[in-house]
């Protein structure tokens, strides 16, 4: 794996993953591109290095550790709880800044206690950050897609459109759009008018028989991965869920619930709060996020300088759970980033459901952040 380019402290960076322990990792630069384009969330999608076998397979330039680190734990089979850690080079199309740059960081795979395996993933790096730029002033924000998850299916809303929430969430334009769709849904949209025309009528075998004329016309049906029939089936459930409306009731619920934006120390009793307030059934998502405030207080974190942003999430399809960055500053760069992506480990091919968290750390801006003090 090529290596220059190293910033000063790399060194000292590796001799502190070493110390928290688990086994350093050396993940191939050329992998698979469909895991990423599948599960890494269109954000990240976009800026892949993409390109091909002498076999036609898809492959790309490693633009993140976390799913390759995944996959070869699934590969080789081996026991958990497991800590791996890394350090190497990522590729991302940037529109700033160097496409090259260094990442390290650490995934903690199959460890039963949530609560702490997420506060030693949220406090390592800090502590590792703080250890690198001992001047820096930092800013840290939590999210927790699980809490949004419970918020969302306390609404009634139908499966469909909890999909389409928590694809958006972290995503503040998507999110914002969509809820603007439930508080004035639009049921024609910009389809075709023909099969607008069906749908009003609610004539599926109508529009079935439309597609399959279409199809046949244009020589799709001969490589159509689908058939009329399903084809229709699909338009007609989307139809639905676009024409759906939130409440009044629901629609300010949901709102008050992204505005929340306080001092972690006192993010359960917001949450508390807005659960009574709301008469929201989300219990089980309350406690599990205060497990993590106590395991992140018994570590010695100051809750207090923590920011808890209900509405902030990260970039990335993967996240379950737990999600944070850590700042040089309030809206200055991104130096570290991490969360719980429980459901990642699944969708890899692992046989059994295995928990999992990690972060990353960007050399790069961490360099800058050092030579600016």
Same mark, same amino acid.
């Given at each position: 794996?090529?290596?220059?380019?190293?910033?000063?402290?790399?060194?000292?960076?590796?001799? /502190?993953?070493?110390?928290?322990?688990?086994?350093?990792?050396?993940?191939?630069?050329?992998?698979? &591109?469909?895991?990423?384009?599948?599960?890494?969330?269109?954000? +990240?999608?976009?800026?892949?290095?993409?390109?091909?076998?002498?076999?036609?397979?898809?492959?790309?330039?490693?633009?993140?550790?976390?799913?390759?680190?995944?996959?070869?734990?699934?590969?080789?089979?081996?026991?958990?709880?497991?800590?791996?850690?890394?350090?190497?080079?990522?590729?991302?199309?940037?529109?700033? @800044? &160097?496409?090259?740059?260094?990442?390290?960081?650490?995934?903690?795979?199959?460890?039963?206690?949530?609560?702490?395996?997420?506060?030693?993933?949220?406090?390592? &790096?800090?502590?590792?950050?703080?250890?690198?730029?001992?001047?820096?002033?930092?800013?840290?924000?939590?999210?927790?897609?699980?809490?949004?998850?419970?918020?969302?299916?306390?609404?009634?809303?139908?499966?469909?459109?909890?999909?389409?929430?928590?694809?958006?969430?972290?995503?503040?334009?998507?999110?914002?759009?969509?809820?603007?769709? +439930?508080?004035?849904?639009?049921?024609?949209?910009?389809?075709?008018?023909?099969? =607008? @025309?069906?749908?009003?009528?609610?004539?599926?075998?109508?529009?079935?028989?439309?597609?399959?004329?279409?199809?046949?016309?244009?020589?799709?049906?001969?490589?159509?991965?689908?058939?009329?029939?399903?084809?229709?089936?699909?338009?007609?459930?989307?139809?639905?869920?676009?024409?759906?409306?939130?409440?009044?009731?629901?629609?300010?619920?949901?709102?008050?619930?992204?505005?929340?934006?306080?001092?972690?120390?006192?993010?359960?009793? /917001?949450?508390?709060?807005?659960?009574?307030?709301?008469?929201?059934?989300?219990?089980?998502?309350?406690?599990?996020?205060?497990?993590?405030?106590?395991?992140?207080?018994?570590?010695?974190?100051?809750?207090?300088?923590?920011?808890?942003?209900?509405?902030?999430?990260?970039?990335?399809?993967?996240?379950?759970?737990?999600?944070?960055?850590?700042?040089?500053?309030?809206? @200055?760069?991104?130096?570290?980033?991490?969360?719980?992506?429980?459901?990642?480990?699944?969708?890899?091919? =692992?046989?059994?459901?295995?928990?999992?968290?990690?972060?990353?750390?960007?050399?790069?801006?961490?360099?800058?952040?050092?030579?600016?003090?």
């Amino acid at each position: 794996m090529p290596q220059s380019g190293l910033p000063a402290f790399a060194s000292d960076l590796a001799r /502190a993953l070493d110390a928290l322990g688990g086994i350093r990792v050396d993940i191939p630069v050329i992998q698979p &591109a469909e895991p990423f384009l599948d599960m890494a969330g269109e954000d +990240l999608r976009r800026r892949i290095f993409l390109t091909e076998s002498e076999t036609g397979e898809s492959l790309c330039l490693r633009p993140e550790f976390t799913i390759p680190v995944c996959s070869a734990h699934i590969a080789e089979n081996v026991a958990t709880p497991r800590r791996y850690t890394y350090l190497g080079q990522v590729f991302r199309q940037r529109r700033d @800044g &160097a496409s090259e740059f260094f990442q390290a960081g650490v995934e903690d795979l199959g460890e039963p206690d949530q609560a702490r395996a997420d506060a030693r993933a949220l406090s390592e &790096a800090r502590a590792l950050i703080a250890a690198l730029a001992p001047s820096a002033s930092l800013s840290i924000i939590l999210g927790d897609q699980s809490v949004f998850e419970a918020v969302v299916a306390g609404l009634g809303l139908p499966s469909g459109w909890q999909k389409r929430l928590i694809h958006a969430f972290g995503n503040e334009q998507a999110l914002t759009a969509l809820i603007a769709r +439930l508080a004035n849904p639009d049921s024609a949209g910009q389809l075709d008018p023909e099969v =607008a @025309g069906f749908l009003a009528k609610g004539d599926a075998h109508g529009l079935e028989a439309h597609i399959e004329e279409v199809m046949q016309a244009t020589g799709y049906s001969t490589h159509a991965s689908r058939t009329p029939a399903e084809i229709a089936s699909r338009l007609i459930d989307k139809q639905r869920l676009d024409a759906m409306r939130l409440s009044p009731t629901s629609l300010a619920a949901l709102k008050a619930f992204l505005a929340l934006d306080v001092p972690l120390d006192r993010a359960a009793a /917001a949450l508390a709060g807005f659960a009574q307030n709301t008469g929201l059934e989300i219990s089980a998502a309350h406690r599990t996020f205060e497990a993590r405030l106590k395991a992140l207080a018994e570590r010695g974190e100051d809750l207090a300088a923590i920011r808890w942003r209900a509405a902030f999430g990260r970039p990335l399809d993967y996240y379950t759970g737990l999600v944070f960055e850590i700042s040089a500053g309030e809206g @200055g760069a991104v130096l570290a980033g991490g969360g719980r992506y429980d459901r990642l480990m699944a969708l890899l091919g =692992a046989r059994e459901p295995i928990p999992a968290v990690g972060f990353s750390l960007w050399l790069d801006r961490i360099d800058s952040v050092r030579t600016q003090q």
